[in-house]
């Protein structure tokens, strides 16, 4: 928990209160996500939203395997959901005619349940009907699905750049994906060093990579031997 605090708000829509945090502002947006979750006085969960700090393709996701399960409990329709990691604006999609209580959301592991609202009136006979048109076309999917896949002989680093007095080397790179790819295309780029927010990508030569300075905010994509020293990093929630 990075931020805990007692609110006090009066009655009524669009009651606003603003407060700050160091340690969300010294969070990075590729490598975190935060989740801002409301109790009443009782302890009982009334919010909970997904704050990401990053657009998806900015997003260093691990490769979630999420999978999904349809069910009848209580005279409800479950979707039973399970994830072997953090999955991002996991998304359930099906033919039946209705609404899921919850969409495009946030997955930790080992999963959860979400229900299925039937439509009213519904064009179904009957729940029957409306379960077995569900189970057959339900379908789930997370951004991880679209993520172009992780070079396996390339690390990503966080908060480093390499030989910075150096001006050579910049490529058009609107996302980290595409810079690491940028690196992977030239036989003499050691590291690719992506700069968020200004579309900046420099690749790096093995020479450059030895002169490692830190600087925050900043993401390298190191391949080869070259990261064998280097600390990876993945999703912190």
């Given at each position: 928990v990075l931020l805990e605090r007692s609110l006090s708000l009066p009655a009524g829509a669009g009651v606003?209160?603003?407060?700050?945090?160091?340690e969300v502002k010294a969070l990075s947006g590729m490598s975190s996500a935060l989740e801002a979750i409301v109790t009443n006085?009782?302890?009982?969960?009334?919010?909970?939203?997904?704050?990401?700090?990053?657009?998806?393709?900015?997003?260093?996701?691990?490769?979630?395997?999420?999978?999904?399960?349809a069910s009848m409990e209580d005279g409800a329709i479950v979707a039973t959901?399970?994830?072997?990691?953090?999955?991002?604006?996991?998304?359930?999609?099906?033919l039946a005619h209705g609404h899921f209580e919850d969409n495009a959301f946030m997955l930790r592991p080992p999963g959860r349940k979400v229900k299925f609202l039937l439509a009213s009136p519904s064009p179904h006979a009957s729940v029957e009907e409306a379960f077995q048109s569900f189970k057959q076309s339900l379908r789930v999917e997370d951004v991880s699905l679209y993520q172009q896949p992780a070079?396996?002989?390339?690390?990503?680093?966080?908060?480093?750049?390499?030989?910075?007095?150096?001006?050579s080397g910049k490529v058009d790179g609107s996302s980290i994906s595409n810079c690491c790819a940028a690196c992977r295309a030239s036989d003499s780029c050691a590291a690719a060093v992506f700069v968020p927010g200004s579309s900046g990508c420099w690749l790096k030569t093995a020479e450059q990579v030895a002169k490692r300075e830190v600087q925050e905010g900043r993401i390298a994509c190191v391949r080869g031997a070259a990261a064998v020293s280097e600390p990876t990093i993945e999703l912190i929630i």
């Open positions: 606003l209160q603003w407060f700050q945090s160091d006085k009782d302890g009982v969960t009334i919010s909970s939203n997904l704050i990401p700090l990053a657009t998806p393709e900015n997003m260093l996701l691990s490769k979630a395997d999420v999978a999904v399960a959901l399970t994830t072997d990691a953090v999955a991002m604006y996991v998304t359930l999609t099906t070079d396996s002989r390339c690390s990503y680093v966080a908060d480093v750049d390499y030989d910075t007095k150096s001006t």
